[in-house]
């Protein structure tokens, strides 16, 4: 087990030295926020814009099924797998530099597209933007944690960055279609170039450089790193397989029992290591540990819902994909538009009870959809804006308690560790639900007239697979609960070092 003894809620917030007074409101910290909006603007776009030009890449570059997947996987598995290694590096040579190096690379990996003419150079391209994006959005999170001092403030700028991100994944696939109407796809990737040069400026001129006391000074696990981005390159590679593949297929089998021999190692060396990648005794910490159980639930349920009702309103009720986009406008509305209400919910209940009781309404929609939304589409919309309500809120205010129950010097990595779980368990979602259906659907789900026993099959497994995903949510946001409730009926910060910061879980915006 770790040496490493958690930090006196002195260290967690230091004060900052003289001539350097951290930003009071929104306002003194706008170029700060524009940088760090653009940094989570780029992660949220990049996925959405490019999926609308993957026929047309597949067309020019003669790709096949596989290697067009390979275009958007790499992206995941690089990004997914490298976050918690490079966070740990960040929170010992600064975030601020590691971000920059990230915007850096990013640009040149943009401008990069213009030389693709075959589609392994394009996974390799995307393979590099999934390293700079595992480099700068953790950084994102944690700087903009760190960037204040009021927990009002910290809400408000994690809420604010958390919408424009979200704008951009609700308009990515519109304006990529209006894009390649008039110019080639590359246009879309050599986008991120003016946007990773807009938040390179920001933030060298609005966001200061970490100071020696948001450091740690320990050494980097290096084998730790290895084997602990191993299993998360196994974990996101697993349930890929298993959908492409089946479970009567060796190679998910084989990946599956790699990825538990990595974390196995992963585990073993964390115990063992003087100076852990990642110290078990800090995700214990109540605040962590629910906050990260929080943030899994609602992106298991999000990704596990949005697969279940795209290839419902499209195989099942025959929509076109037109209108299945339109069908998903609840969900996309309440996302972008929930902003507004975050900030006063959090002033009138609390951290604590916004963070649970958000969390209740994503299981709560996927209840709704797993009683009801073969009924019609008045369920399924009541569950998609039930769901992206719970997930809207639960995304800042999880994630708030995250940073807050970590020491400064482990911010980053506790940005890092949000996003691998909202990954993680996306990929669990989806799989989980495709497994389900390819198990119990006969014939080939694509081919167009059903018959009345496969349509039958189909919303026996739409159902089955929603249900097992609201049970595993709930799992989830229970525990989640009951480790929020340990951290509040805990000794003061202080004389107990897994409470956390004490003000995180309790205080309002």
């Known amino acids: 087990m770790s040496d490493l003894n958690p930090l006196p809620l002195s260290t ?4 900052p030295p003289p001539g350097r007074q951290r930003p009071q409101s929104l306002r003194a910290a706008a170029v700060a926020l524009a940088g760090l909006s653009a940094v989570f ?3 949220m ?9 993957l026929p047309t890449i597949g067309r020019e570059l003669a790709a096949s099924t596989t290697a067009l997947q390979w275009v958007t996987s790499s992206y995941a598995v690089v990004f997914g797998g490298l976050m918690i290694a490079l966070s740990a590096v960040a929170d010992r040579v600064g975030r601020r530099r590691i971000m920059v190096v990230g915007l850096v690379l990013l640009a ?8 693709v003419t075959t589609v392994e150079q394009l996974i390799a391209v995307r393979a590099l933007m999934g390293l700079a994006a595992a480099m700068t959005t953790p950084g994102s999170l944690a700087l903009a944690f760190r960037l204040f001092d009021i927990e009002g403030l910290r809400v408000r700028a994690l809420t604010l960055i958390s919408t424009v991100g979200l704008v951009g994944l609700a308009l990515g696939p519109t304006a990529g279609g209006l894009v390649l109407s008039v110019a080639p796809w590359q246009v879309l990737l050599l986008a991120n170039a003016p946007i990773a040069l807009v938040a390179l400026v920001c933030i060298r001129l609005g966001v200061p450089a970490d100071r020696a006391d948001e450091l740690t000074r320990e050494p980097v696990d290096v084998l730790g790193a290895i084997t602990g981005t191993l299993t998360i390159v196994g974990a996101l590679v697993v349930p890929t397989l298993i959908v492409e593949q089946g479970t009567g297929s060796w190679m998910p089998l084989a990946a599956l029992v790699a990825t538990a021999g990595f974390a196995a190692l992963f585990v073993l060396r964390q115990r063992a290591a003087r100076h852990p990648l990642l110290d078990f005794a800090l995700i214990a910490r109540p605040l962590v540990s629910s906050g990260l159980a929080f943030k899994g639930a609602s992106g298991l349920a999000v990704a596990g819902l949005s697969y279940l009702v795209t290839l419902q309103l499209q195989l099942d009720w025959g929509w076109t994909p037109a209108q299945a986009a339109l069908g998903m406008l609840p969900h996309v509305i309440v996302l972008i538009a929930g902003g507004a209400v975050i900030s006063p919910l959090v002033s009138r209940i609390g951290l604590a009870n916004a963070a649970w009781l958000s969390a209740v309404v994503v299981v709560l929609g996927l209840g709704v959809y797993a009683a009801f939304g073969h009924l019609g589409y008045g369920f399924v919309a009541a569950s998609l804006v039930l769901v992206a309500a719970g997930m809207r809120i639960v995304g800042v205010v999880a994630g708030n308690n995250v940073m807050g129950g970590l020491p400064a010097d482990r911010t980053t990595i506790g940005a890092a560790l949000i996003d691998t779980a909202s990954e993680l368990t996306t990929a669990i979602g989806i799989a989980l639900a495709g497994t389900v259906i390819a198990a119990l659907f006969t014939g080939s789900i694509t081919a167009g007239d059903w018959s009345e026993v496969q349509t039958q099959e189909f919303r026996a497994a739409t159902t089955i697979a929603a249900t097992a995903l609201t049970v595993i949510a709930a799992l989830l946001v229970g525990a989640g609960v009951l480790w929020a409730r340990r951290g509040r009926s805990a000794p003061p910060e202080g004389s107990d070092p897994d409470t956390g910061p004490g003000p995180a879980i309790t205080a309002t915006a």
Do not use: G, I, K
């Open 12 to 15: 967690d917030e230091p004060l």
């Open 45 to 53: 776009l990049d996925n959405s814009v490019l999926n609308v030009a």
């Open 108 to 115: 040149l990996a943009s401008l990069a597209t213009l030389f």
């Open 41 to 43: 603007l780029f992660e």
